[in-house]
């Protein structure tokens, strides 16, 4: 069992992101990484297209916040500078099951229960 940054496999997005990311790497697990950069990346499109409205609504681009994507078992990310996302960022408990990984806390983000063997106690 690990405890990590790791991201919450019961919300939408991050079951989407799991079926396309299997689609395109079978056997291979999606991992904080993976997770993260594509946060980011919906982060910047949200920010480019912010940008690209007209500027008679600059005012109201301005006061709108921007999107926060929430695949993180953390929840959604920070927006306070300079430590954008490290200061909210918490860890989650996940579990090897024959080469697949699986989330056993926190309680709202696990996707199974905590398995503990003889051997893994020794």
Partial sequence: MSFVPWYDPNKKLSKQLEAAFG???PGLNLNTNQVFTFEAL???ADAYKRRARPTRRRSRRRSA???SPTMSASGPA???MPRARTNKLKNAAIQNRGGKL???APKFASNAKA???DDSLR
Avoid: R
């Fill in 23 to 25: 689609k395109a790497y």
């Fill in 42 to 44: 919906l982060v910047a």
């Fill in 65 to 67: 916040p921007p999107t």
């Fill in 78 to 80: 920070s927006n306070s």
């Fill in 102 to 104: 699986v989330t056993v």
């Fill in 115 to 117: 398995e503990i063997s």
